[in-house]
């Protein structure tokens, strides 16, 4: 029996419900083909004055891709090193409007680095993983975050210029920003993470502005001790 199939904005016939074509098929497990690869090549990058964290990844160039906000304006950024050890980077290049940075480890990484992808037909619903370091998570080897590719934002930057980013859909949290989003099925890199979508109201957006500029923090009246009757 044929069956009629939405396939995004497009109608097709499927002789069987089995055959309707999917935008990522996928005969690999969550962690992908170079999961292997990305335990090694993921980074956890340090702002010691800003007590923050992010996350890199090894190029072939021997640098580390990262999020141009994990490192910008940060003194003295470190890297940790997989037997635990901090060593210090360097910035070497940064683009502030695609939030992108290249950076130059001190200490010369020997692992494999991760494969950028030369593909440009990714398409919604594409599967994809991320590998990085959230906040409140102390491991010394990356957490894998898995998800799909759910839409496309834009927006405009201070520089003026209107920058278009992928939404996924995954656990992604502070931490993580700098971490490759790869392509699941191929392994490959297609994108930089660069920060959490979370939609908020123009009232709820002015509201922190304000909290932002508050000097004095949360104040509490301290109410002495009372007792119930059981």
């Known amino acids: 029996m044929a069956a009629l199939v939405l396939v995004g904005t497009k109608m097709s016939i499927a002789d069987d419900l089995n055959t309707i074509p999917t935008a990522a098929p996928i005969d690999t497990d969550s962690a992908g083909r170079l999961g292997d690869v990305a335990t090694h090549a993921v980074i956890r990058l340090l702002c010691p004055e800003r007590n923050t964290v992010g996350t890199g990844f090894l190029h072939k160039s021997g640098n580390l891709i990262t999020a141009d906000h994990v490192v910008r304006s940060c003194a003295k950024p470190m890297m940790v090193l997989p037997n635990g050890a901090l060593s210090p980077v360097a910035t070497i290049v940064s683009d502030q409007d695609h939030d992108l940075a290249l950076v130059k480890p001190s200490t010369s990484l020997t692992q494999k680095p991760l494969e950028i992808s030369g593909a440009d037909d990714i398409k919604i619903g594409t599967q994809v993983s991320t590998w990085g370091f959230p906040g409140g998570y102390n491991g010394l080897s990356p957490m894998l975050s898995v998800g799909y590719l759910a839409g496309i934002d834009a927006y405009k930057t201070d520089s003026g210029a209107v920058i278009r980013k992928w939404v996924v859909n995954a656990a992604f949290n502070g931490g993580n920003s700098g971490g490759p989003l790869i392509h699941i099925e191929s392994g490959t890199v297609f994108g930089v993470v660069s920060s959490k979508l979370a939609p908020i109201s123009a009232d709820a957006a002015a509201?922190?502005?304000?909290?932002?500029?508050?000097?004095?923090?949360?104040?509490?009246?301290?109410?002495?001790?009372?007792?119930?009757?059981?």
Do not use: N
């Open 207 to 230: 509201i922190l502005k304000i909290l932002e500029g508050q000097q004095f923090g949360m104040q509490y009246v301290t109410l002495p001790p009372r007792f119930y009757p059981d």
